[in-house]
């Protein structure tokens, strides 16, 4: 490999790793906006969806991967569709990180 070779894959690692900090940014302040809709505190979600506040708090404010798990738990907390969580997010193309074949 070549130096040039080794700063793409560097530029497309922190690409990603951008891409993904977005994502849950986004994805949590969706969540924060629903349930500020439905009237629902954090910590009445937090119990109804049987999550740890502090996991809500973060995930809210973008610093934890919310689960697939978490998504639905939260929904039914929030009472709407997994997809009402995920509406208007979209995905940055960079965040798949090809790994080259060993």
């Known amino acids: 490999m070549n130096g ?3 700063t793409n894959g560097a530029d497309a690692e922190v690409g990603a790793a951008s891409a993904r900090t977005a994502l849950q940014r986004d994805v949590g302040l969706r969540v924060r906006a629903v349930r500020e809709q439905r009237g629902v505190g ?5 119990r109804s969806a049987g999550v740890d506040t502090s996991s809500l708090f973060r995930l809210e404010k973008g610093g ?3 689960t697939i798990d978490m998504l639905a738990r939260l929904a039914v907390a929030l009472d709407v569709g997994m997809d009402d969580l995920l509406e208007g997010i979209t995905v940055d193309p960079s965040i798949v990180e090809l790994r080259p074949r060993v």
């Open 64 to 66: 934890q991967n919310v």
């Open 42 to 46: 954090q910590a009445e979600c937090a």
């Open 4 to 6: 040039t070779t080794d």
